[in-house]
């Protein structure tokens, strides 16, 4: 295949969240898988600074001039900016097809507290929260949390990922400090129960392996899941994909108690995807490579 006919896919990396390293290294491992592909694509390096520019060899352009003869994007950016819509709306906003849910799918998957209303609203099963803003934070609210949950509770964004941010409250003067401070970081903030047991991630994929919504192994640092379980965790990861719209490939989160109740935590629309990552593990131990996902990726989006 010449360079002309090959498929140009530019791999956005970097951006302005905290995120910025984990982003760096999923777009290194793209780049160096479609680099073995090199008779099907020509892949192109954009690097998103943390002040937002767009860089392509070094110089910086505008999205539209890079992206100008680009066949496809991949979206490698997470967190901020790169999950939560706005990449989103612009690739949208030039046509450019990409890898990754839509700009309205990305937000909402990024909203905790919308996502766990929808999943209620399906009858998953998701831990207790309470929303906290700017505009209703206040001491009575806090006490009626306090009183209302068992002790400790988990603090974090409500818009954000890869459990940044996130803090347990013991106490109500803990909990009043770290709400405070997370406020200064987030213009709302979650406070949700916590639910004991066995943490577990699921991957989903689209239209693989002869399924429409394809699970890969659930995967667990903390205990050995039944059969039982991983098939439970299985069908309410494809569930949460469909629930919030999403496409191409997601991963959920989730707690399995002593009890067997399976909660769903939260679903990242854009997962990690590195040498040692969630997603490589999962691919590894359903025995799919790296390479054979990124491929099957883009001819989705194509």
Request: charge should be negative.
């Amino acid at each position: 295949m010449d360079l002309s006919s090959k498929i140009k896919v530019a791999v956005l990396r970097g951006g302005l969240s905290s995120e910025y390293d984990v982003s760096l290294q999923t777009g290194a491992h793209v780049l160096s898988i479609l680099r073995q592909l090199e008779d099907k694509y020509e892949p192109v390096d954009v690097f998103v600074s943390k002040d937002g520019e767009w860089h392509q060899e070094g110089l910086v352009e505008e999205p539209h001039h890079i992206l100008k003869y680009i066949d496809i994007v991949w979206n490698a950016l997470h967190g901020k900016s790169g999950e939560d819509g706005q990449v989103q709306r612009v690739l949208e906003g030039l046509k450019i097809p990409f890898t990754g849910s839509s700009a309205v799918a990305s937000a909402l998957s990024m909203d905790k507290d919308m996502t766990k209303h929808l999943y209620r609203r399906h009858n998953l099963l998701t831990p207790e929260h309470e929303l906290i803003t700017e505009d209703t934070f206040g001491e009575d609210q806090l006490i009626n949390i306090f009183r209302k949950y068992p002790h400790p509770v988990i603090v974090k964004p409500a818009n954000g990922g890869s459990s940044i941010g996130v803090c347990l409250a013991h106490t109500f003067k803990e909990l009043k400090e770290i709400v405070k401070q997370a406020l200064k970081d987030s213009k709302r903030v979650i406070v949700e129960e916590l639910i004991r047991g066995k943490e577990a991630t699921c991957v989903v994929v689209e239209k693989a392996k002869g399924e429409r919504i394809y699970a890969l192994l659930p995967s667990s640092k903390s205990a050995r899941l039944s059969t039982e379980e991983n098939k439970q965790i299985e069908e309410i990861a494809k569930q949460a994909h469909e629930i919030l719209g999403l496409r191409h490939y997601s991963s959920s989160d989730f707690i399995i108690t002593p009890r067997k109740k399976v909660y769903i935590l939260e679903t990242d629309s854009l997962p990690a995807l590195h040498e040692g990552s969630l997603v490589h593990d999962s691919l590894q131990a359903t025995g799919w490579h790296s390479r054979d996902f990124v491929n099957h990726v883009l001819e989705l989006v194509m």
